[in-house]
């Protein structure tokens, strides 16, 4: 079975400052996608980033960049230069064929 | 570029009364996903569609739960009857395609009591 865990419940940063969300997911298929959903108070659900298994280069959005390791299933998420309007659930997600698993979800709070 | 629309945005029952969400995708969009997101979790995919045919609904609790997709473009949930453990968040999202970005609606709370 294929499954996402996300081991931090909650976290918090001060603003301007970097933080590290964890994901680590399993999974027998080779070819797959990973991503990191933003979801605010108001709950629009949103793409914050996409890795592709196959590209071993770590996506970079701006001010969000993954640790992608293959080997050790591992897809961690860094915000660098924290900003109030990053506090929000994220959701660490995993596809093979299109369905969506996702993780039980980090709160990060910033704080001013 | 118009957004995932999802009515209703509330919708407070009683159990075993049954309701109907209704979602419109993104113009263009082939596959469509029902999730359901219970408080303090993760969203749960409950039926996916591609175009109008259904891909993938094995968590979806076909005793009570129902999904349509009528001329591959809006989508209608319907629960009967409603129990407790129903109040979630009901999300619609759309893609181009699998394992491309899905775009979600703004959701569903539905409150069963």
């Known amino acids: 079975a294929q499954t996402v865990t996300q081991s931090q419940p909650e976290m918090s940063v001060q603003e301007a400052e970097t933080v590290t969300l964890s994901c680590t997911y399993d999974?027998?298929?080779?070819?797959?996608?990973l991503f990191w959903y933003k979801q605010p108070p108001s709950r629009q659900m949103i793409l914050v980033i996409r890795?592709?298994?196959?590209?071993?280069q770590n996506a970079t959005e701006n001010r969000f960049s993954v640790n992608f390791q293959k080997a050790a299933k591992s897809f961690s998420l860094k915000i660098s230069d924290s900003q109030l309007g990053d506090t929000a659930m994220y959701f660490c997600?995993?596809?093979?064929?299109?369905?969506?698993?996702f993780g039980q979800g980090t709160e990060l709070s910033v704080k001013p | 570029e118009a957004g995932v629309a999802q009515s209703p945005r509330y919708k407070i029952i009683e159990k075993r009364q049954s309701v109907a969400f209704w979602c419109n995708p993104i113009?263009?969009?082939?596959?469509l996903y029902w999730y359901q997101q219970i408080l303090g979790q993760g969203p749960k995919l409950l039926i996916q569609?591609?175009?109008?045919?259904?891909?993938?609904d094995s968590q979806l609790p076909k005793d009570r739960f129902s999904a349509e997709r009528l001329k591959g473009v809006d989508s209608t949930l319907k629960i009967q009857p409603a129990k407790l453990e129903d109040s979630a968040v009901y999300l619609c999202?759309?893609?181009?395609?699998?394992?491309?970005?899905?775009?979600f609606g703004p959701g569903t709370r539905l409150t069963v009591l």
């Open positions: 569609f591609q175009n109008n045919g259904v891909v993938d």
């Open positions: 113009s263009g969009h082939a596959t």
């Open positions: 997600a995993f596809t093979a064929i299109g369905k969506l698993i």
């Open positions: 999202a759309s893609s181009t395609g699998p394992a491309n970005k899905q775009f």
């Open positions: 999974t027998s298929e080779s070819n797959y996608y």
């Open positions: 890795q592709e298994a196959y590209k071993q």
